[in-house]
């Protein structure tokens, strides 16, 4: 069982059984959708997410993409795409309230992945931010 959230806590959710898989998707809507260079998703059956408080924005994409979100503080949370994944609801695994115990096992959509993606190990890092 995990739970998770918005960021004003508006709109909470739960998830219950077994995972069907979290991966980073790199995909230009996705990372249009966030405004990140990818976002983390964790795939369960519909059946297995449960709305336990607020109220959701709907977005419909193009090709059958439908994006869920706070509609008061913009949070991403849910994707759904009937035509592609039928019967699965996507969560977008850092609104989980236990975001570091659930690692992504796989990278997805990487045809589409930012070339600098692959660099990422090769920038300087600071705890906090550069000084100066």
Known sequence: MHQGGCQCGKVRYEVSGELVHHALCHCGDCRLSAGAPMVAWLAV?????????????????????????????????????????????DIQSVTLDDTAQLAPAAHIQCAERLPWMGKLDEMPEFERFPEG
């Open 45 to 89: 059956q519909e059946s297995q997410l449960t709305l336990l408080s607020g109220e959701l924005s709907t977005y419909e994409g193009k090709n059958g993409a439908v994006r869920q979100f706070c509609p008061i503080c913009g949070t991403g949370l849910f994707y759904r795409n009937a035509v592609v994944l039928p019967g699965i609801a």
